[in-house]
């Protein structure tokens, strides 16, 4: 059996970008979701659990990500990169588009393995991440909290929003127990990600 570490070491391409259910490649692969708030950091985590710099083009401008990115790892594991929720510099017709696509592929794709729902480590949860939970909770999809961007607080700071985050996972059904803080930057918490996504390859 693969490591996780050669896994991810492994070729990842750029497979296609989907805007519609009916547009989106074969459920062929195992399949693992990043999911999240616009602007919380998807692109740039992608990019260092591949170990790799422009894989996945990362932006400060919120709402860029516009359809279902898949990525091919080592033709083995497809990694998905939705378009974020919340705020977007988008047109209200387009970001309802994007809303309605994404909750159509977390509750229906029969190859969806696990969701990873990133929170910005700086803002903690907000309601609308409540809402994804509730949807997946619904689902029964399994998801696991990824906080993001760690190398901007401190210490201390961090330990508060991780156990704000615990304690709110007690009352979600689907969630993943064990949350993992990663920074893109510094790469904490990378290593033990690509450990908990490896055991979904076949």
Not at 30 to 48: H, Q, Y
């Amino acid at each position: 059996m693969l490591s996780s570490e050669t896994l991810f070491a492994r070729p990842c391409e750029f497979i296609m970008g989907g805007a519609s259910i009916e547009g989106l490649p074969p459920a062929a692969y195992p399949e693992i979701a990043f999911s999240g708030r616009s602007n919380v950091g998807k692109s740039s985590l992608i990019n260092a659990l591949t170990g790799r710099k422009t894989l996945v083009k990362a932006s400060n401008t919120p709402g860029r990500t516009r359809e279902l990115n898949f990525f091919l790892l080592a033709e083995l594991l497809m990694l998905v990169d939705l378009p974020g929720y919340g705020y977007a510099q988008a047109p209200g017709k387009d970001v309802a588009q994007w809303t309605r696509l994404v909750k159509a592929y977390l509750t229906g794709r029969p190859n969806l393995q696990r969701v990873c729902l990133l929170i910005d480590s700086r803002h903690g949860l907000k309601e609308v991440d409540h809402g994804i939970m509730a949807l997946l909770d619904k689902a029964a999809v399994s998801y696991q909290l990824v906080l993001t961007k760690t190398d901007k607080i401190k210490p201390a700071e961090l330990a508060q929003v991780l156990k704000a985050c615990q304690d709110s996972l007690k009352k979600h059904p689907a969630a993943h127990p064990s949350i993992v803080a990663t920074s893109s930057e510094t790469k904490d918490g990378i290593k033990e990600l690509r450990a908990e996504l490896a055991q979904f390859i076949n």
